[in-house]
């Protein structure tokens, strides 16, 4: 049985998006995660483990945050925003780590 958790940059509760398979049907739900616990996968959901992976954050840019995730190894990704013709940055990461 597997385990997720969030990201070690994360320091405070956080509220996510979740979908889960109940009676045949998709539900989408949010869950809240505390920072430094380790919560186990339900065995029979693959919509669950699915909607985990497929969490990501859009913050603001800042230098700070992104000297944070790269001094801790997490992916990121930064955008330009596409609306204001790229003036404003975004910074992209997935909050939530999934061991299988």
């Not at 994360?10 to 869950?31: D, F, H, M, P």
């Not at 995660?33 to 909607?51: I, R, T």
């Not at 990704?77 to 299988?100: A, D, L, M, T």
């Amino acid at each position: 049985m597997g385990t997720f958790n969030l990201i070690p940059g994360i320091e405070n509760r956080t509220k996510i998006n979740v979908c889960t398979r109940r009676k045949g049907y998709l539900q989408y739900s949010c869950a809240v995660l505390d920072p430094g616990v380790e919560y186990e996968l339900p065995e029979d959901d693959p919509a669950f483990v699915e909607s985990l992976k497929k969490e990501t954050y859009t913050k603001h840019w800042s230098q700070a945050i992104e000297d944070k995730l790269k001094s801790m190894g997490i992916p990121y990704e930064v955008k330009n925003c596409k609306q204001c013709g790229g003036r404003v940055k975004k910074i992209i990461y997935h909050p939530v780590e999934v061991h299988e």
